[in-house]
């Protein structure tokens, strides 16, 4: 009950395109739901995040899509560009509980 | 700059010995966390500490150890207990635990 399952394992872009990224889980009692970007040899930096009081949140190419009663979010890139290259994870939390990671999603972008 | 550190970037270890992962924030966070990364399976939590003196157990703390004497530091011992530790390890901290969390950019530890 407490993981939360990400998809695609692995995901290839052409640029310009749109890449969507998938998220589920099954505690409803999470409440925060962001989202994490890690290049190589670095360490993940928040991208964005939402809580399930919305349905969908943007900032710039990045968007959060939130269904409740699916219980799934997801996280798209428009517009993605080569440097958009990295390992994407999602996560969730209860209240201030600690986060539970996906299993992450390698996103390859190419020209 | 306000960030976290960890260091040295790269560890070798051999058989049989314990090694030390060093993890310093300036970001004045009380909870701070550790993360063991292998590849196709995300971070998994190791230890985390919600303030100074406290520290609780992840989800695979077997084969560690951890200290909280100074609310900057948060150091990890990899011990020979643990017996598969090649892995990158991340330090996290956040305001509190739940909240956005910084990470740095990792130690690789690798046995010789």
């Known amino acids: 009950q407490q993981q939360v399952k990400q998809s695609p394992q692995s995901l290839i872009v052409q640029k310009g395109g749109i890449s969507i990224i998938n998220c589920a889980y099954e505690?409803?009692?999470?409440?925060?739901f962001p989202w994490y970007q890690q290049f190589p040899g670095k360490g993940p930096a928040l991208l964005i995040a939402?809580?399930?009081?919305?349905s969908e949140k943007k900032e710039g190419r990045f968007t959060i899509s939130f269904n409740k009663s699916a219980k799934q979010f997801s996280l798209h890139i428009m517009d993605s560009q080569p440097g958009d290259s990295a390992t994407y994870f999602c996560a969730a939390s209860i209240n201030t509980d600690k986060l539970i990671f996906g299993t992450g999603t390698r996103l390859q972008v190419f020209p | 700059d306000g960030g976290i550190t960890q260091s040295p970037k790269y560890l070798f270890r051999k058989e049989g010995q314990n090694v030390t992962l060093s993890c310093e924030q300036n970001l004045n966070h009380d909870a701070m966390y550790w993360y063991r990364q292998d590849p196709g399976q995300g971070l998994r939590l190791i230890y985390y500490?919600?303030?100074?003196?406290?520290?609780q157990k992840g989800d695979i703390a077997e084969g560690y150890s951890v200290s909280r004497e100074k609310k900057e530091s948060f150091p990890l011992t990899v011990t020979s207990a643990q017996k598969n530790p090649t892995a990158f390890y991340l330090c996290?901290?956040?305001?509190?635990?739940?909240?956005?969390?910084?990470f740095g950019d990792g130690t690789r530890l690798s046995i010789l």
């Open positions: 500490s919600q303030i100074v003196n406290d520290f």
């Open positions: 996290a901290s956040s305001i509190q635990v739940g909240q956005p969390q910084h």
């Open positions: 505690n409803t009692a999470f409440d925060y």
């Open positions: 939402i809580r399930p009081d919305v």
